[in-house]
């Protein structure tokens, strides 16, 4: 019987991370540190009841807390400030460069898993990895054409959403070394956890702690609703794919998200899509499928 759960989880979480840009332009109003914090402590609170039988079963050495504070800072504070700080900059408006960050990730995320886990690489892997980014490129960019017409704030975003491409990318390749020892919940619990006590003290160093008490009755919803969706829901159904998945498959799976982003985008914003998306999105469906099948060992070596 073939083992498919690691990719299909994958692919799953990056489905829901897919409506995360259309969930978080209700949020315009708030500063990107505070929508930080209040997702984070809104998915800590609703995960601590399932989890909480867990946390003293294992004793945590000093190397997996380490890891666990880097992919807080990087993955949980760094990653998400920096990618909310894009749509930011662009007015969520055209979030064509913000998803530059899923072109740019993968780089990242198989860098450092060629340094830490010493993962190799074959040559079928690449043919398939090379086609999807490429294919992802044009999903995103209608002929390969960056929009560049969102005003002055579109480099800060582009910069942004590239540092939000190494914190994630990075944390991928960390979190991996993590889930061989500690449980894909518990993981997710302490992520969250020091994620909302790194960002409390950061809000009020900068100025926007008046803005915890200014978010609406219907923000705070959205807020909720990110909790149990795009965010802590889909990062506990992403760890346990992680944990059965090499770092490089993995990060080439989660292209899913941006090639659903622009299919909603299409739906929600009518914006139709260009022959050339088109196109691109039937071959990145077929280059993520081979992926898959190369982790799951159907191709004969």
Known sequence: MLKISGPILIITAALLW????LIRQHLYSLPPITIIFLEHLFGLIILSPFVY?????????????????????????????????????????????VFLLQ?????FAITT?????KEQLDKRYIKWALLA?????????????VNFKTGGGTIVAALY???????????TTFS??????????VSTFYRFLFTVIIALPVLFLFGYGSSLA?????QFGWLALIAVSTGMVALLIYYKGLAKTPVHISTILELTFPFIAVFLDMVVNDKGLSISQWVAAILLVFSIYQIAKLREGIIET
């Not at 807390?65 to 969520?92: E, P, Q, R, Y």
């Open 18 to 21: 897919a409506f995360d840009g």
């Open 53 to 97: 039988k867990y946390l003293f079963k294992d004793k945590f050495t000093k190397r997996e807390w380490l890891l666990l504070l880097l992919i807080s800072v990087l993955s949980g504070l760094l990653g998400t400030l920096w990618f909310t700080t894009a749509l930011v900059k662009v007015n969520f408006i055209s979030i064509s460069v």
């Open 103 to 107: 072109k740019l990730q993968p780089i």
């Open 113 to 117: 898993a060629r340094i830490f886990l």
């Open 133 to 145: 980014i490429l294919s992802a490129y044009f999903v995103t960019f209608p002929n390969g054409l």
């Open 161 to 171: 959403a590239l540092g939000a491409a190494f914190a994630w990318g990075s944390s």
């Open 176 to 185: 991996k070394m993590l889930l061989g020892k500690v449980e894909a919940q």
């Open 214 to 218: 200014t978010p609406t009755g219907a």
